[in-house]
């Protein structure tokens, strides 16, 4: 809103109205923002979440220091996702496609968690909202997004070309002439760092390329569901979801500025993105209300963000890694998500497949998601592979090493780019 004021009041030559125009102010500004309505507001929705009585119930899991979480006010990822939203709707572009999506995207999954949250807090249901229900509300969205995507003609690349000299070396990058719709995206360690979805489908003849956005909407619904998972999973011990999650953004603010920027772009030999600079700013409205918001999460934490927090910012990630043609990465960039999840895969296969086989069931970890492995005091492990004492890790050195990793995944994700 703020950006068609001043651009209006720059029109009327009002001093320092121009600065508005710059991708780098508005994304200052909105972290900023972010981190200061997060920070702001916190206090203020924690004491009302504390009147409400809306505390975290907690369960006889034989953790360290488990029980002095009981009590603690849940449902805190409002104040995540309103440190989102403001900032947002004040210094973006709104007629941008991609802001809109990310603006749906917030709401849609927002409105998924509250529901889960609602229903363990106020109707005393555990198990909050049915899974399958989850499940139909991030594959909505992953179909909303994909389809978009595919029908939006403001939806566009101009691809990379490399020009090669006598020597068979790159002599530059130069960018086709014009915007085109593709099913192309980034992949890594790859020299022709382009991988195009239709190339799946190659035998399909003329039904070539409806079959390719076929087949990308399909992964973008793959994508939406297993990330927001993943970061749901992740969110078992204080500060642990929000500092990832922060981490992630900051490399995905990164990866879009540089695709959306014509000399970055030619200089890391990736696809150039028109529009998608809108998107460094909503990366750093991200970023302002995750740190923000560890204000009051870090440990001990004095609320938690719940899955309303949760589920959104996993949904997030996904959807904006997948507007910049990034979602190849993933797997390195939410590498904290993926062993989360792999974790509880892991660990339900092996012991059904055990109580199958032996008549009892076997553990590959103490305890999953992998965080509360480290919890867990006792034997780790399958017996005879791990067969020593493990000692209890504290909460907040387990949360640290996992932000390390975080730090160090983010860092190998953007130099990828040039690693082929």
Not at 315 to 322: E, M, P, R, S
Not at 384 to 411: D, H, M, T, Y
Request: with cysteine; proline share 3%; net charge positive.
């Amino acid at each position: 809103m703020l950006y068609y004021l001043f651009t209006y009041l720059d029109q009327l030559d009002l001093p320092g109205a121009g600065m508005f125009k710059y991708i780098s102010f508005r994304s200052g500004l909105a972290l900023i923002l972010s981190l200061f309505i997060s920070t702001t507001i916190g206090r203020r929705i924690i004491d009302k979440l504390r009147r409400e009585q809306i505390g975290e119930t907690v369960r006889d899991l034989g953790l360290e220091g488990l029980y002095s979480k009981k009590g603690t006010p849940t449902m805190g990822g409002i104040i995540i996702i309103i440190a989102i939203l403001i900032p947002t709707l004040l210094c973006t572009r709104l007629d941008n496609i991609y802001i809109i999506l990310m603006l749906i995207t917030t709401v849609w999954l927002g409105v998924i968690g509250w529901t889960d949250d609602y229903i363990k807090v106020f109707k005393k249901d555990k198990e909050g909202l049915r899974g399958q229900f989850k499940v139909i509300g991030q594959v909505g969205l992953g179909f909303i997004v994909g389809l978009v995507l595919y029908l939006s003609p403001d939806v566009v690349i101009r691809e990379n070309i490399e020009v090669y000299n006598g020597e068979n070396a790159i002599e530059e990058v130069q960018f086709q002439p014009n915007e085109t719709k593709s099913t192309k995206t980034t992949i890594p360690f790859l020299k022709n760092n382009n991988f195009d979805y239709s190339t799946l489908v190659d035998w399909a003849g003329p039904y070539k390329q409806p079959l390719a956005w076929i087949l990308f909407v399909l992964v973008v619904i793959f994508i939406v569901t297993a990330v927001s998972n993943g970061a749901n999973l992740t969110d078992g011990l204080d500060g642990l979801a929000a500092g990832s999650s922060a981490i992630i953004g900051v490399a995905l603010g990164i990866l879009a500025y540089t695709s959306s920027h014509f000399q970055f772009a030619s200089f890391l030999n990736i696809m150039f993105i028109p529009g998608a600079e809108e998107l460094v700013i909503f990366a750093a409205t991200f970023i302002g209300a995750t740190v923000g918001f560890l204000w009051y999460n870090s440990y001990p934490a004095q609320v938690f963000m719940g899955d309303t927090g949760s589920l959104t910012l996993g949904g997030i990630i996904a959807v904006f890694a997948i507007i910049i043609r990034k979602e190849l990465l993933i797997p390195i960039l939410c590498g904290i998500f993926l062993v989360e999840v792999v974790s509880v895969i892991i660990q339900r296969f092996y012991f059904k497949y055990t109580k199958k086989k032996y008549g009892e069931g076997r553990r590959v970890f103490k305890m999953t998601p992998l965080h509360h492995h480290f919890q867990k005091a006792g034997n780790a492990g399958i017996e005879a592979l791990i067969q020593k004492p493990f000692n209890v890790v504290p909460e907040s050195k387990i949360v640290v090493r996992f932000w390390l990793i975080g730090i160090i995944l983010a860092v190998i994700t953007i130099v990828t780019l040039k690693m082929r």
